[in-house]
């Protein structure tokens, strides 16, 4: 990635000849200050967390003749109070899951840390452009999954052109990740591994940290809108390790006259392993070469000036578990819910439903997300990676902006989760997956 920055700086003043007489120079601060109170509670003897942190990014976009944008961030993250985050839970002796996220999972002790967070040139004109450095990314399968204190961001280049019947193609290339909830730019191979990693096949513990070796990402798409359709179809490349096919289409129905718009959405993957799977000694690989997995989920949604409604459904299977590091952002799938992942699993079933109300002349909107997931059984470990039973969950919330402050925004969320049926559940998977009350308090203010 180094040596591609050096050659497009080399281009640099062939493509600013023809901007000579556009010499203008314009630089805008960014500031963003977040302040995030998250605890989770359980019954019994469970071990119960909270933690309250803060982050603050400084830094600001200097744009130059119309065309050039250099951009820099630094972020700053202190851990302000917090019950013991390090404490193994007394009963099933894991560790804490979502606390400690936002602050350092590579050095859990640290209460004060900060990293250069964005870095990077970018060119564009009317149709095309390219940026490199360390940037921000959201992608099927490569996002910011922006639930703590800073997002996920990625090193590498990004370039992108759009025709005159606005088919847009975009492409990544990837060479180091800032995983949320880490101080450091990680390798794509280190970067797996940061978060809990579930049993390999045999039901034991993963041993794939430290050990999977993948040195760049690739991600090509391809997005084209209509009047009333869209489509996007990707394709994302993990050397060593996986190739993924995503593919979204998307009807509309406008009713002008009652101000109703309909959607319906259909969304299908496929998935296959590639090389070794990370490591050629099968004990250490994320990812067996052999896996061959798709997908399809599909979406019907409702939406007008107050209400937004969907509905949701979900179905995977195949040879073999879909993998995406959950370090690399969210799940692409319609069903996905804030604070819960499905990937890991050999077979999915998920019916999931949204309700947002916009209360008329405010900038108050309450939430409420229910979803259904019927997971493999938890005594298959080559089916269900993080011994997750099937469950349900419940999250429910409120988000406000003040008109008066249009910078400023609030965001409460509660989510709860409990095991489908009368599952028969060790402590081990009860903690950080069932049976739990979490609570997120969210401030947020940005200059730009």
């Known amino acids: 990635m180094r040596k591609f920055l050096l050659g497009f700086l080399y281009f640099i003043p062939f493509l600013t000849l023809a901007q000579q007489s556009e010499r203008k120079l314009a630089v805008n601060p960014e500031v963003h200050f977040r302040m995030f109170w998250m605890n989770t509670s359980y019954p019994g003897e469970f071990k119960d ?7 603050l990014n400084l830094g600001g976009k200097l744009n130059f003749a119309n065309h050039w944008e250099f951009r820099v961030g630094y ?12 404490a193994s839970d007394p009963v099933s002796g894991g560790g804490n899951r979502y606390e400690v996220g936002l602050f350092d999972l590579l050095n859990p002790k640290d209460r004060f840390f900060g990293k ?5 040139l970018g060119y564009s004109n009317a149709n095309w452009g390219i940026t490199v ?100 179809v990707s ?44 490591n050629e000694n099968p004990i250490f690989q994320y990812k067996d070469p052999e896996d061959r997995n798709w997908a399809i989920s599909t979406r019907l949604a409702l939406k007008n000036s107050t209400w937004n409604l969907n509905l949701n459904y979900t179905n995977t299977g ?27 699993f050999s077979s999915l079933d998920a ?32 089916e269900n990676k993080y011994n997750m039973p099937s469950y349900r969950q419940l999250n429910v919330g409120v988000k406000y902006s003040p008109k ?29 997956k069932v049976q739990l009350i979490h609570i997120n308090g969210i401030i947020n203010w940005r200059w730009k």
């Open 49 to 55: 967390d909270y933690a309250l942190g803060s982050s």
């Open 351 to 382: 019916l999931t439903t949204f309700a947002e109300y916009t209360f008329p002349s405010t900038t108050l909107r309450a939430f409420a997300h229910l979803g259904f997931h019927w997971l493999p059984p938890l005594n298959a470990p080559a």
């Open 235 to 278: 394709n994302t490349l993990a050397q060593n390790i996986s190739n993924t096919i995503w593919a979204q289409g998307e009807k509309r129905w406008e009713n002008e006259q009652d101000g109703i718009t309909w959607l319906w959405g259909v969304q299908a993957g496929f998935q296959f392993g590639l090389g070794d799977g990370g």
């Open 133 to 232: 450095g360390r940037m921000a990314i959201e992608t099927d399968w490569i996002n910011g999954q922006d639930g703590r204190l800073s997002p996920t961001g990625i090193e590498g280049a990004n370039a992108w052109f759009s025709t005159k019947d606005q088919l847009k193609f975009s492409a990544w290339g990837i060479s180091r990740m800032s995983v949320r909830g880490t101080s450091e730019w990680l390798s794509v191979g280190e970067s797996i591994g940061v978060f809990p990693v579930g049993r390999n096949p045999t039901g034991k513990v993963s041993q794939y940290v430290g050990k999977t070796s993948s040195d760049w990402l690739a991600i090509a798409e391809v997005a084209k809108e209509w009047e009333s359709f869209s489509m996007n």
């Open 318 to 344: 195949g040879k073999g578990i879909w993998h995406s590091p959950r370090e690399w952002g969210k799940d692409a799938w319609y069903t996905f819910i804030p604070r819960e992942r499905n990937e890991g």
């Open 404 to 432: 008066a402050i249009s910078s400023l925004d609030f965001q409460l969320l509660v989510m709860n989760k409990e095991a489908l049926k009368n599952q028969e559940l060790t402590a081990r998977q009860i903690y950080n």
């Open 75 to 86: 972020r700053v993250f202190a851990n302000l109070w917090s019950s013991n985050l390090a």
């Open 116 to 120: 250069l967070e964005k870095f990077s």
